[in-house]
Nanobody
């Protein structure tokens, strides 16, 4: 059984930082591409950042230079370091792992950026 459990969300002021974590179980973690997605109320879910099994990364333009995705294969955990947060970053953030035909999601963690 595959499990992804996001944590690290919360309420922060603009300009502050948060670090999301996503430990995974039930998969050969280092073989999967990891992604962080987010969905704000009334909007479609969007890919925020992705890291391949080889460590190649890509980011949506709105977070480039502020967010960093990483993976620790020894701990089977994905991370998203979010700096200089803006109100428009507020959303539910989801962790995803995918490989070929397999794709799994976590339950999401709420990030709210507000003064």
């Amino acid at each position: 059984q595959v499990q992804l459990v996001e944590s690290g969300g919360g309420l922060v002021q603009p300009g502050r930082s948060l670090r999301l974590s996503c430990p995974a179980s039930g998969i050969i973690f280092n073989a999967y591409t990891l992604g962080w997605y987010r969905q704000a109320p009334g909007k479609q879910r969007e890919l925020v950042a992705q890291i391949t099994s080889r460590g190649n990364t890509n980011y949506v333009d709105s977070v480039k230079g502020r967010f960093t995705i990483s993976r620790d294969n020894a701990k089977n955990t994905a991370y998203l370091q979010m700096n200089a947060l803006k109100p428009e970053d507020s959303a539910v953030y989801y962790c995803n792992v995918n490989r070929v035909i397999w794709s799994y999601w976590g339950q999401g963690t709420q990030v709210t950026v507000s003064s």
